[in-house]
T-cell receptor
């Protein structure tokens, strides 16, 4: 079974530029999560989708971050404009709708904002 | 609100020695508890989870954890460390089954194994 795919794996941008990350969850997983992991910290949930609907985006900085999952499968997370403090690893995870306790994580996208 | 505290950001043990990674939780209701492992440049992998069944939970790679309500602890142990166990370990808490269904992670403990 293929795991959660993410791209790109690494990205370096300058502050005020925009960037987008892509995630393809495990086939059949209705729930998709985006996490931000700052160096030395645990992952923090940014947004959770159930199919193509948003379940929780309470910790998403909506003035600069946006995410979509239009067809209920893959998802895109965008930052515009980026700030220095956005430097982090962005992790995507997915789970079956009936088993949110078991989340499968992708390898992450490491973002460096200069 | 739920939270977890991992005691020790870095733990170093000799190969073959006991591994003990400490985690204390805070929750107003019975929680679900997890341990995840993260190898360098990889995503997180679930080691084990406690969901209010047996208090001693066995996971992958020989790890286990014991839920102790009186101590609000969920420490991770392995009897004999292997070099391949070197990684970052995260304790996490959640309240699945309620409206607060997100996982809250601790800050992590880096485990190093000495030859």
């Amino acid at each position: 079974e293929a795991g959660v795919a993410q791209s790109p794996r690494y990205k370096i941008i300058e502050k005020r530029q925009s960037v987008a990350f892509w995630c393809n969850p495990i086939s059949g997983h209705a729930t998709l999560y985006w996490y931000q992991q700052i160096l030395g910290q645990g992952p923090k949930l940014l947004i959770q989708f159930q199919n193509n609907g948003v379940v929780d985006d309470s910790q998403l900085p909506k003035d600069r971050f946006s995410a979509e999952r239009l067809k209920g499968v893959d998802s895109t997370l965008k930052i515009q404009p980026a700030k220095l403090e956005d430097s982090a690893v962005y992790l995507c995870a997915s789970s079956l709708a009936g088993d949110p306790e078991t989340q499968y994580f992708g390898p992450g996208t490491r973002l460096l904002v200069l | 609100a739920q939270s977890v505290t991992q005691l020790g950001s870095h733990v170093s043990v000799s190969e073959g020695a006991l591994v003990l990674l400490r985690c204390n939780y805070s929750s107003s209701v019975p929680p679900y508890l997890f341990w995840y492992v993260q190898y360098p440049n990889q995503g997180l992998q679930l080691l084990l989870k406690y969901t209010s069944a047996a208090t001693l939970v066995k996971g992958i790679n020989g790890f286990e954890a014991e839920f102790k309500k009186s101590e609000t602890s969920f420490h991770l142990t392995k009897p004999s460390a292997h070099m391949s166990d070197a990684a970052e370990y995260f304790c996490a808490v959640s309240l699945f089954g309620s409206s607060a269904s997100k996982i809250i992670f601790g800050s992590g403990t880096r485990l190093s194994i000495r030859p």
